[in-house]
């Protein structure tokens, strides 16, 4: 058996070569890939022996998902196999038909798999975004009764507006008043981290507060999601395996944001298990109180679970919420009308008033369709199969749904694919004249998931997201701090992000609308 410190100084060894030739043809990528610009295939990667198509995914590491979605506009079925080094092939579609098939069809046929997991496993554990089969399915059960409850929607609520009157109004009408610049993206991220913690933990970091604190805590949490995502864009994913086993360089970095991360987790669970102790009489409102009701839960199990929750509630939300205000910014009148159906929504907003707010919805769904939260998602085939479009697919390979470029698929949306377009969700009663929201089925708009593993927090999404739509606008315009015809450019580790954050100006509405 080799000694596994000899066979690491090896391929340490080796590497340096490795990477030389592999430097030659990165360097010269672009020339490569536009070569074929002349024919007809030109939108589509060239492959070469031995490094597939590394060389157009190098001369498009900076806009990953623009280019996969372009690459797949130019495949008659949507879906295309891309060639990496060394012989592998990973799929990528937009195909709904596929889409279904693996998500619910043959769901037990494509569960996340070993180099997921593997790469997920040091930030999340097995919490149920990084599980499969058994584990998953104990998680699931347990996530769908609680998110289920009437008592979470309203504890929901009450968590939202606190957050939204005594926080984040307060802090935009001092931003106005100063007329200065803020970080909207930033702010976003705050509020929503402060819910969740307070939603899933009855724990209030008091992240937005006036002095903007900059959370241990937050910053380690970044840090590893920004880390972790990075690794599924290694071209050589030895190269991160290395660099952990030395705990060197960006691994270094992650296993000390990963550590800080677990120990604020383990600190949580703690406080809410010596909380229950001293009251046991307390009621269960938050979702970890409810979660330790099940005795039988070990701690890393429950500290797996807050670390998704952080994950899902602050990033997407976020996410979601700085491409909408963005957008809205760019599209006065669509501003107009979201403005227009706030005025019969009350200064303080419950549940059944923001579910009849179906423009405001249809934006939301129209805004993430352009800018999904989390653009991507990868299956692992556990056997050979064959996609409903003709597509091979052998055992053990990779396999990328692409919400991201699925909303920018002609044929799903139609030759104005590219316009912000709210209407297109729409449909208006002949008889009545009354417009009914129009949702699209959950594989031609997979932003949400879709099959056994469908989202069970889209619901508090929406109503954490029309919440804020509500308390923002009423009272605000986001004007964007930089020049006219500025573009924000997506970028997305585990979720997306505007590159560079989203400076805007606030200014006070003169009147209610």
């Known amino acids: 058996m080799l000694d596994l410190g000899f066979l690491v100084s090896w391929l340490l060894f080796i590497l340096p070569f490795f990477t030389f030739s592999f430097s030659f043809f990165f360097i010269n990528a672009r020339y490569f890939t536009l070569k074929s610009s002349s024919s007809s295939t030109s939108k589509l990667p060239r492959s070469y022996p031995l490094i597939g198509s590394s060389l157009a995914i190098s001369a498009n590491r900076e806009r990953l998902n623009p280019w996969i979605a372009e690459v797949l506009s130019h495949c008659p079925t949507g879906t295309y196999v891309l060639q ?28 996340k798999g070993e180099v997921f997991k593997i790469t997920l496993t040091d930030f999340l554990g097995t919490g149920i975004f990084n599980s499969d089969g058994d584990n998953w399915k104990f998680q699931r059960q347990i996530s769908s009764h609680e998110f ?23 802090f935009l009408s001092s931003t106005a008043e100063k007329n200065s610049v803020l970080d909207l993206q930033d702010i976003l991220q705050r509020f929503a981290f402060d819910n969740i913690c307070k939603i899933a ?22 840090e590893a999601t920004k880390i972790s995502g990075e690794r599924f864009n290694s071209m050589i994913p030895l190269v991160w395996k290395l660099k952990r086993y030395f705990n060197i360089g960006s691994e270094k970095n992650l296993r000390k944001a990963n550590s800080k991360v677990r120990e604020f987790a383990k600190n949580i669970v703690r406080q809410k298990k010596q909380e229950l102790k001293e009251n046991s ?77 179906i423009y405001t919805h249809a934006s939301l769904c129209e805004s993430m369709r352009l800018y999904p939260p989390v653009p991507s998602d990868t299956k692992e085939a556990a056997g050979d199969d064959l996609l409903p479009d003709g597509t091979v697919i052998k ?23 590219m316009e912000f377009k709210p209407e297109r969700w729409l449909e208006r009663d002949k008889v009545t004249g009354k417009l009914s929201f129009m949702a699209k089925d959950s594989y031609t708009y997979p932003v949400f998931q879709a099959g056994p593993r469908i989202c069970l927090g889209k619901e508090m999404a929406f109503l954490q997201m029309k919440m804020v739509v509500v308390g923002i606008l009423r009272q605000f315009r986001v004007v964007p701090a930089k020049e006219d015809g500025f573009e924000p450019v997506f970028v997305s580790y585990l979720t997306s992000k505007m590159k560079g954050g989203f400076p805007v100006k606030i200014q006070v509405r003169n009147s209610s609308p």
């Open 201 to 222: 933990f009855g724990f209030d970091p008091g992240y937005l507060s006036p002095s903007l604190p900059r959370s241990e805590f937050a910053i380690a949490f970044e």
């Open 148 to 170: 289920n409850t009437r008592s979470l929607r309203k504890f929901i609520e009450s968590v939202v507006k606190t957050e939204l009157s005594d926080r984040l109004i307060p």
């Open 281 to 357: 009489s307390l009621e269960a409102t938050d979702l970890l109180s409810r979660f330790l009701n099940y005795e039988h839960l070990d701690d890393d199990f429950v500290v797996n679970i807050v670390i998704s929750f952080i994950l899902a509630g602050q990033d997407t939300t976020s996410a979601a919420l700085t491409w909408f205000f963005w957008l809205i910014s760019c599209n006065p009148k669509v501003e107009e009308k979201i403005l227009k159906e706030i005025i019969g929504i009350p200064e303080e907003p419950v549940y059944e008033d923001v579910k009849e707010m």
């Open 395 to 417: 055992k053990g390979m990779r396999i990328t749904y692409h919400p991201y470029a699925m909303g920018r698929m002609e044929n799903l949306w139609g030759s104005n694919w």
């Open 84 to 111: 990496r080094s060394l012989g592998a092939r990973q799929v990528f579609t937009a195909n709904p038909a596929n889409v279904q098939h693996i998500l619910k069809s043959q769901f037990f046929l494509y569960p």
